[in-house]
């Protein structure tokens, strides 16, 4: 009877403790549309941007900023969600390292050249598109290419983790050719095997591939598979997510997010 009456005491003590508990740490719900307010809170917006893509996201060499036209959306984020333009904090990333920099909380949004897809649409939230680029193919002058079709029988290096595998694949199947694959983490590597001569073609979004073009290279003028560019967030970070979607569905509309675009030049 004593330890039946002092398991009720303590089953009595822990639900009491459950009660008075904040509810922040208790509702799961609250968990998850969190991630707004702890941004609020830390005062800061930590966002992964691309550091290679002139125009986008590139390194100033001089002062050694990242400068673009995505990195204005984040200093518009910044001054909507903190009422700062420069309460934010850059993480360069690559297409491999920012999904993983996503999911383990050490930025609060991507705004990388990262393509909507459906599944990635399973893994991550994407606000409305923001851009759309395509995908396109850098090549040596000397090697006499002049588009796609002359690719049958070639090797393309892609980046692991991009979607241009895929959009060569779907591209080659419908003009009858037939490619092969040489997959690197870095886009400075799949050049280095264009220059070697290890890969015929270096194959990614025009926008990117701007980044990369020499003296002795060109893009080929054929461009294929749209790439719509979204502000990824984490899928449980619904506050954030339905914030950042507004603002930018509202940048589209009144003309803003154009501006940068003339601003920036871009015109893939
Ligand atoms: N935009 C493409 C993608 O999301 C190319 C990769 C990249 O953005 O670096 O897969």
Do not use: H
């Amino acid at each position: 009877m004593k330890k039946v009456l002092s398991v009720l005491l303590v089953l009595g003590l822990v639900f009491t403790l459950a009660a008075c508990a904040p509810a922040s740490t208790t509702t799961s719900d609250s968990a998850a549309d969190g991630s707004l307010d702890a941004v609020v809170e830390a005062g800061v917006l930590r966002v992964g941007v691309k550091e290679d893509v002139p125009n986008f996201g590139l390194k100033n060499t001089a002062t050694g900023e990242i400068e673009g036209f995505e990195i204005d959306i984040v200093k518009l984020l910044a001054k909507e969600i903190l009422g700062d333009e420069n309460a934010y904090e850059l993480t360069p990333v690559t297409a491999k390292t920012r999904g993983p920099l996503l999911d383990n909380g050490e930025v609060d949004l991507i705004i990388a050249t990262f393509t909507i897809t459906e599944d990635r649409k399973l893994t991550y939230n994407f606000s409305t598109p923001y851009y759309e680029d395509a995908v396109g193919l850098l090549v040596k002058k000397e090697a006499g290419f002049t588009g796609l079709a002359d690719m049958d029988g070639k090797v393309i290096g892609v980046a692991q983790s991009a979607t241009s595998k895929e959009a060569v694949n779907k591209v080659a199947a419908e003009k009858g050719i037939t490619v092969s694959f040489s997959e690197y983490a870095t886009y400075p590597e799949i050049k280095a095997a264009l220059d070697s001569g290890r890969v015929d073609a270096f194959c990614v979004d025009g926008s990117i591939l701007g980044g990369y073009v020499d003296d002795s290279t060109m893009i080929l003028p054929d461009r294929f598979s749209p790439q719509e560019y979204g502000v990824t967030s984490k899928l449980d970070n619904i506050a954030l997510t339905e914030a950042v979607d507004g603002y930018i569905s509202g940048w589209l509309a009144d003309g803003t997010i154009e501006e940068l675009i003339t601003k920036w030049g871009l015109n893939y």
